[in-house]
């Protein structure tokens, strides 16, 4: 299954973000990623979306408030002008030493840990290796 977009369980997350808080989106896109990378279902509907928020014990009708009055979309909006501001281009992106360093796709396991170690090692007064 291709969804046409990836906005939609964005701007679902959003709402779920702002009725329920951050442990609450954390879990629910958890179970949306499942939904289509394990049952391969098409995550741009927003009423699979909402049946999935349902099955989570999530408050749909809250979820539909937000959606709704565009406070989720006005979330997603900030989330999207952050991302642009500190340079994500995909996922997964890596932001290091406040900005100063960023590494985007398929990066090794051995890479952000020498720049995560050099980083812990070297405090700000001395330049980073990395």
Known sequence: CRPRS???PRLLLRAVGLAAGERALEQMALRIRRAFFCEGLDISQMPLLLQLAAAANLDVDELRRHLNDGSALAALSTDLRSAHQLGV???PTWILNNGRQVLYGNVGYRILAANIEELLRHPGE?????
């Open 89 to 91: 281009r995909g996922s």
């Open 126 to 130: 001395e330049a980073s290796w990395c």
């Open 6 to 8: 990836s906005m939609q």
